[in-house]
Each structure stands twice: as C-alpha cells, then as structure tokens.
Nanobody, 125 residues
C-alpha cells in the first residue's frame, strides 16, 4: 500500500505560479514512477507530468512543457509540481499517482496503482 497526499493548490491569477506537493507514505520503496494528472469539470482526467523514481527522468504533456516542472525529494518521499505562467485553462483538480511496476511509458492512467485525493487549482483571468 502507498498513501499519497497532495497539497499546495489554491486560487491564483493568470500568469502566476503555484507549487504542488505530493507526500508519499507506505511501501514507497516499491515505486517506479510518480505522476501528476488533472481533471477539469466535465473533462477526462489527463496526464500532466511524470518522473521516474529510479533514474530521475521526466516527461510532460505538450501543453505543460516549459511551464511546469516535476521534481522529487527521495529523502522526504515527496514529489513536487512547479507550475509557472498559469492560464485559466489550467484550472482543474490535480492528482498525484504512484506506479509500482516497470513500464516504458508512464503517461497513461492505467500505469498507476495508487492515487491521492486531489488538490484544486483555480486560475482566474
């Protein structure tokens, strides 16, 4: 079992920044990758970013490249999502997820075994 808890969401004006945190507990040593997804009202949950917990490699959805940065602090079992130049269309609930198996692609939801409860990000225009 892996427990995930997100924090850091809130209300920000367009062009502003937020940093989300995801604290993991439990069998964290089994984790291969951590990811961030988001879900806006009436839309499917979509991939945002992922980081490989073994290699440190990361990847991003095209619309987040250059604006969002995913990082990790293994000592704290915490993953971060730094979000800059936020836009109203970034408004969504952001979810942290953990993958316990090795894959070549962590950009799809079904690769992940555990999910947090989500944190709301609202960007005003």
């Amino acid at each position: 079992q892996v427990q995930l808890e997100e924090s850091g969401g809130g209300l920000v004006q367009a062009g502003g920044s937020l940093r989300l945190s995801c604290a993991a507990s439990g069998r964290t040593f089994s984790t291969y990758a951590m990811g961030w997804f988001r879900q806006a009202p009436g839309k499917e949950r979509e991939f945002v970013a992922t980081i490989n917990c073994r290699s440190g490699g990361s990847s991003y959805a095209d619309s987040m490249k250059g604006r969002f940065t995913i990082s990790r602090d293994n000592a704290k079992n915490t993953v971060y999502l730094q979000m800059n130049s936020l836009k109203p269309e970034d408004t969504a609930v952001y979810y942290c997820a953990a993958a316990l198996n090795r894959y070549s692609d962590y950009t799809v939801r079904r690769r992940y075994d555990y999910w947090g409860q989500g944190t709301q990000v609202t960007v005003s225009s």
